[in-house]
């Protein structure tokens, strides 16, 4: 073999350097345009209701393959969420649990207190002898994870119940009778929404796609084909809004002593069996929370108006496009919800009353037109909800309103400076002059 010289290795190092700076940029081209391969590990949530003791015992187990998981951090109620016990490590921190799992599997053990009160008198979450209703957000605490960048859950749900009793989840059920937990806005797919199971009733069917359930517990004065009447009206100009609705829909309603109200949650909500579908006002408490349901959203430090009111708006607009409400009495709703709003407080505020609420419709109204004035009637408030319902960010004043002015093309300065302006901050008496009563 001949003899190189420098300048022959120096040559070849140059053309090799340039081949493998070619190479990286082909690399990163091809792997922005190919999927990166996740990687799974497996979960299992298996809970057992225990009616005696107004329980359900947890296990959520790893498999094999849970070697991505460093750690899991539960945010668990000490109230609710008792007596913990696992494989590998796990350490107290405050309230928090903090589990090192084995990297080949194992389990983490705990209790759940069903029974939770909303107020003196009345259930948010209830175990009695012949059903329960609770929600999975509560079941299994919120939790932090600490994994590989590419790895996923694919999650599970086992339910072990009484004797004759069944269960009706926003989750489909699969063919060994588990049912598939799916999140698609998160890498670790946790059991939520709401959960009803017991000697049930139910009504099943499937509207605009949706395969929509209405279950409660037998002797509870469920009126399931009055809510499948009205949802079968409404929920075509919903789809509209939003484009498509959830694969499933899970309303559950029962009588005392569940809270007197209506609460949403993911894919599903609770309404009280007593609760009108329409009230007197023309507002709906079942629509009303359905739109919280389908749109997803959860309000930032000052956005409760936004959230609150456009629930309330698309509940009344709900019944009109879809010719439940006729647009005579449409109109009077809107004057009854004008004198409601009288003497109510700012908008910008982290929690809204009543009035507020009424306010924050006659606002959102008020931007709706200025929106069609700036684009010709060509867009307006459905833009910024579907919008809205897209993002994972909490919603504050702000944001709205880059979102209203992204579909407006335009600033709306002017009016949210009118309409919602900042909230002062309360003054502070100075130091040494404090009063008392």
Known sequence: MPNRTGADVNGFRHVAAIAAVFLMIASVARSETEEVERVIFKTTFDVKIVPSEKSAEVVIRLGSDAAPVEWMLFRADPTRHQGFKADGALKQIGDDWEWRPPRGGGALRFTFSIDHRRNEGNYDSRCAKRWAIFRGDDLIPQVRIRTHPIAYSESYLRL??????????????????????????????????????????????????????????????????????LLRWTLPSMRQLFGDLPKRLLIVTASDPMWRGGLSGTNSLFIHADRPLIQEDSTSPLLHELMHTLMRARAGSDGDWIVEGLAEHYSLEALLRSGTLSARRHEAALERIARKARGSGPLRVSSVDAATRARAVLVLREIDAEIRKMTGGERGLDDVTRLLSESDRAIVTSQFREVCEEVAGASMAAIFNRVAPPVAPKSRSPKGNARHP
């Open 160 to 229: 072990q119940l009484p004797e004759g009793w069944s269960a009706a989840l926003p989750y489909a059920k699969t063919a060994n009778g588990t049912y598939r937990v799916t999140d698609p806005r998160s890498r670790f797919d946790r059991p939520a929404g709401w959960f009803v199971i017991g000697k049930l009733g139910a009504a099943r069917e499937t509207v605009e796609g949706a395969r929509l359930t209405i279950a409660g517990p037998v002797g509870h004065g469920a009126r399931r084909m009055d809510l499948l009447a």
